[in-house]
């Protein structure tokens, strides 16, 4: 999370935070090269020269903001006055919490259920799809870029979003979803789809 967190900090929010690693199992990590057991000269040879990119490195890690302070234990504070002091866990505590999107029922389109129908699919599809396909179905790698399923398949799309979303394609990294959702639920998915299809009419 630390580049994560330290790349968003430094250009979504021109370092509002402060970025500060904690301990915890899996909050941090020794990284590692591995070689395969013959290549011992590549092995020596970065062996050398990886000391000498220490300033490089100290640099690259600064342009991207990566986290650079020892991890502190959080429970090991000696009183809350420790952490209020730094700024940025106590600004992030300040932070309202996301609100859940509201449906009004006064929406003029709460009326038409197709279009609560496709905030629901909406929904699902942000918080379990999206982690492939890309918030709002907005993917670059054309592969699995889901706005061309219309593109793509044309009048069958209907019939390969349901086998696919079904099934899955487990041997290509697409997990079938069958166990998971309710038709319903993959109908609400697919409305929201529908509306995101891309309107270019070449492949
Ligand atoms: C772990 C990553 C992952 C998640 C999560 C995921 N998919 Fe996929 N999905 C893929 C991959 C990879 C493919 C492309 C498989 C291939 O190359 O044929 C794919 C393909 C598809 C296709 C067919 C696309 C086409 O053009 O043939 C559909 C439809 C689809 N996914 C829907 C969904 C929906 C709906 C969800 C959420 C319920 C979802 N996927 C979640 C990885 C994922």
């Known amino acids: 999370w630390g580049p994560v967190a330290g790349w968003l900090n430094k250009t979504t929010y021109e370092s509002r935070f402060r970025i500060q690693p904690v301990e915890g199992a899996g909050l941090s990590w020794d990284a590692a090269i591995g070689f395969a057991r013959t290549s011992t000269q590549l092995r020596d040879q970065i062996d050398a020269a990886l000391p000498q990119l220490g300033p490089r490195i100290a640099e690259l890690a600064a342009k991207y903001g990566l986290p650079s302070d020892p991890p502190i234990r959080l429970g090991a504070a000696p009183s809350p006055i420790k952490l209020a002091s730094l700024a940025g866990p106590a600004q992030i505590l300040r932070q309202p919490a996301a609100k859940p999107p509201v449906i009004r029922v006064s929406d003029a389109n709460a009326t038409d259920p197709s279009a609560e129908t496709m905030t629901v699919g909406k929904e699902i599809f942000n918080g379990t799809c999206a982690h492939c396909h ?32 079904h099934e899955g394609r487990p041997s290509k990294g697409m997990p079938a979803w069958r166990e998971v959702f309710t038709d319903d639920q993959f109908e609400s998915i697919y409305t929201f789809l529908l509306t995101v299809q891309s309107p270019e009419t070449t492949n």
Do not use: H, N
């Open 134 to 165: 890309g918030p709002d179905a907005v993917q670059a790698e054309r592969r699995i870029d889901l706005r061309r399923l219309r593109i793509r398949y044309g009048e069958d799309m209907r019939d390969k979003f349901w086998t696919t979303v």
